[in-house]
């Protein structure tokens, strides 16, 4: 399948102080499909923000290409530019609904823009009202909705003209983690039901764990890992997505755990990666009884990550320290595993 | 006029005279602050429509014209009218035909009122959530679109309570506009107050002026408020 967005080396630089310039995005090189959702993830100043709206031109490229549904956005003109907008749909943090219009006044605000007669009009509001379940809201003016109500319009104003592509810009950010959940149901369900491709800028792990199909690791304007969910997190190859996984998931202790857990723990301190793999798990279990080496589970958890196991588990290990200096070789033989105290 | 006795005669008689000529200078003032606020306020909103877009990030980003629309304003809007009036008396001249009477001092007027209020546009435009007008971008509507149908609509609350505050300034303008011949009650408070010596006709002028503003401003108030209201 041809990717629908496409970057090739696209650089975004941004005019600095005193005639320097500063790149928000460096010679990036991605490929999105049609279909997938696709979560795009960093520390704040990555450029994950420029790099989604290079997607719907609302930041061109100065220097590479990007390329949706088969159009170079450089070389759009202002009409374009405008018509390749109103195809790829994006909804925001912050909702950005106009305080000024009722809700059924902001879902119809990009059919005004698409020149649709107002009974056609009408009857497209009611059924996206429908569809993301705010009906009885649109009358009211935005102001008089919760976080979660302003996100679905936000939603349904992103989707009324049936745009293939949907960009969320952090969309869940501002959002309890209950409605978080919610407005992440929707997305998929858009996903599925009407089979939009949807990138999702985040930092939240939950948003990336529930609904993306790959992701993007962003670091200073690079992407620097790109690839399914469970690959990219299970195994990282890069540092910076390393330091993000444990951040977002503090899958491991820090420091401070870890010296904590000295006082009561003084033997050695191990954690073991749990990945998806039924064999090795019954494996470690079987090299974790062994008889010579006591072992206490200390610290740790395992989650689903991309419908899969994912998670470490930290021990105390102690008895003979040749027999567990045995052991860790024999655990290392199967999966991941780190001393992080002796 | 001296003996004390005599004042009230004198003043009953007066009023007889006067109230026909207050009532030509309420109109002539009406007159002037109505056609000001329309002239001036169109052209004023385009202007400060203008400086709010060529600025660093706007809509229509362009430093040359930003530059020069800034520094005219900043010249132009700290002159006191009443020299601004003289000072632009050739310009009024030209376009008008004459530098006397009612219809004249629209010119200067109308003029100084669209620097205030593109300045007060300008103002009040910054206060709309930035955020808005890229989701109206990322929707695909067009620049002018986007100036008409979000930036307008969204700063409308406080756009009616610039105006309101631009109208008091404009009642104040003409009064200032009568020096040269504008009429208006500005000149018929200075003519039959102030160089009479007659501080009552003064007093009922200024109490004409105070119940115009409050209309407008209780006017303006409430239009804002049913804007606001969302």
Redesign the interface.
């Known amino acids: 399948m041809a990717p629908v967005i496409s970057f090739r080396r696209a650089t975004k630089e941004f005019p600095g102080a005193g005639g320097s310039s500063f790149r928000a995005v460096d010679e990036v090189d991605l490929d999105i499909d049609a279909g997938e959702i696709t979560g795009v993830v960093g520390y704040s100043g990555a450029g994950k923000s420029t790099l989604v709206r290079m997607i719907?031109a609302?930041e061109l490229p100065t220097s590479g290409s990007v390329t949706v549904d088969g159009r170079v956005t450089g070389e759009l003109g202002?009409r374009g530019?405008?018509?390749?907008?109103?195809q790829?749909g994006?909804v925001?943090q912050?909702f950005?609904?106009?305080?000024?219009?009722t809700v059924a006044g902001n879902v119809a605000?990009?059919l005004?823009?698409?020149g649709w007669p107002r009974d056609r009009r009408r009857a497209r509001v009611a059924e996206l009202l429908e569809f993301v379940g705010i009906t009885e809201k649109a009358r009211q003016?935005?102001?008089q909705l919760s976080g979660g109500q302003k996100q679905r319009v936000g939603i349904a104003?992103a989707l009324a003209t049936s745009p293939n592509i949907l960009?969320a810009d952090e969309a869940t950010s501002a959002l309890d983690p209950e409605t978080t959940g919610e407005v992440l149901r929707l997305l998929r369900r858009i996903n599925r039901e009407l089979g939009t491709t949807i990138v999702v800028i985040t930092h939240e792990m939950e948003v990336v764990s529930s609904i993306c199909d790959r992701v993007a690791v962003m670091e200073r304007g690079r992407v620097i890992e790109e690839g399914p969910v469970y690959e990219v997190f299970a195994d990282p190859q890069q540092a910076a997505t390393r330091r993000f996984v444990h951040s977002v998931l503090s899958d491991r202790p820090s420091p401070e755990t870890v010296q904590r857990l000295r006082e009561h723990f003084p033997g050695r301190l191990v954690t073991v990666w749990v990945r998806d793999d039924p064999g090795a798990r019954a494996a470690l279990a079987e090299v974790l009884s062994a008889s010579e080496v006591r072992s206490t589970i200390v610290y740790g958890g395992i989650r689903e990550l991309a419908e899969k196991p994912f998670g470490t588990v930290t021990f105390e290990l102690s008895g003979d320290d040749r027999a567990i200096d045995a052991m860790v070789a024999e655990l290392t033989a199967r999966t991941h595993v780190e001393e992080i105290a002796s | 006029m001296s003996a004390g006795s005599t004042t009230a005669t004198v003043l009953a008689a007066d009023w007889d005279q006067l109230t026909p000529e207050l009532w030509l200078s309420f109109q002539q003032t009406v007159y002037m602050v109505v056609w000001t606020m329309l002239i001036a306020g169109l052209l004023g909103l385009v202007l400060g429509v203008a400086l709010y877009t060529t600025r660093r990030g706007g809509l229509f980003q362009n430093a040359p014209s930003f530059g020069v629309l800034n520094v005219l304003v900043n010249i132009i809007r700290p002159i006191p009218f009443i020299i601004f009036i003289t000072a632009v008396g050739p310009l009024t001249l030209l376009v008008m035909g004459t530098t006397i009477g009612t219809r004249s001092v629209l010119f200067p007027m109308s003029f100084m009122a669209t620097f205030v209020i593109g300045r007060i546009v300008e103002q009040n435009l910054v206060s709309v959530?930035p955020?808005?007008v890229?989701?109206?971008?990322?929707?695909?509507?067009?620049r002018f679109?986007i100036v008409w149908?979000?930036l307008v609509?969204?700063a409308?609350g406080p756009l009616i309570l610039g105006y309101t505050f631009i109208f008091i300034a404009v009642v104040d303008m003409s009064a200032m506009a009568g020096y040269v011949g504008g009429g208006g009650l500005g000149n018929f408070a200075i003519t039959y107050g102030y160089q009479q010596f007659d501080w009552p006709v003064t007093l009922v002028t200024v109490v004409i002026i105070i119940v115009i503003v409050q209309a407008a401003q209780l006017l303006g108030n409430r239009l804002a408020r049913i804007?606001l209201r969302?």
């Open positions: 719907n609302l202002e530019l405008r018509n390749l907008r109103a790829v994006m925001f912050q950005n609904l106009f305080a000024s219009r605000y990009p005004r823009i698409a003016y935005p102001n104003r960009l | 959530d955020g808005v890229e989701a109206a971008r990322a929707m695909g509507a067009s679109r149908s979000v609509p969204e409308l804007a969302r």
